[in-house]
Nanobody, 124 residues
Framework: QVQLVESGGGLVQAGGSLRLSCAAS????????MGWFRQAPGKEREFQAV????????YYADSVKGRFTISRDNAKNTVYLQMNNLKPEDTAVYYC?????????????????WGQGTQVTVSS
């Protein structure tokens, strides 16, 4: 089992920045691929970014490429999502997730463990 706890959400004006954190406990953190997803009201959960176990490979959704940066600190069992130039359409609950295999990276159904989510609200 892996337990995930997100933090760092909040209210920010358009153009601002937030850094989300996801603290993991349980199994060996570096064994897991870590992803960030978001879900807006009435919409499906949407892939944002993913990072490999050692942190050397990252992928992003086109909508956030160049604005969001995913990183991890395996010594701290934590994955981060730095979000810059936020837009009102980025408003959503943001979730981190973990999986053991480097495939189907954008599919929420392929992730094994999820955090409880943290709310991000961007005002115009």
């Amino acid at each position: 089992q892996v337990q995930l706890v997100e933090s760092g959400g909040g209210l920010v004006q358009a153009g601002g920045s937030l850094r989300l954190s996801c603290a993991a406990s349980g199994r060996t953190f570096s064994n897991y691929v870590m992803g960030w997803f978001r879900q807006a009201p009435g919409k499906e959960r949407e892939f944002q970014a993913v990072i490999s176990g050692r942190g050397g490979i990252t992928y992003y959704a086109d909508s956030v490429k160049g604005r969001f940066t995913i990183s991890r600190d395996n010594a701290k069992n934590t994955v981060y999502l730095q979000m810059n130039n936020l837009k009102p359409e980025d408003t959503a609950v943001y979730y981190c997730a973990a999986k053991g295999v480097w495939r189907s990276l954008a599919s929420s159904q392929q992730y094994d463990y999820w955090g409880q989510g943290t709310q991000v609200t961007v005002s115009s």
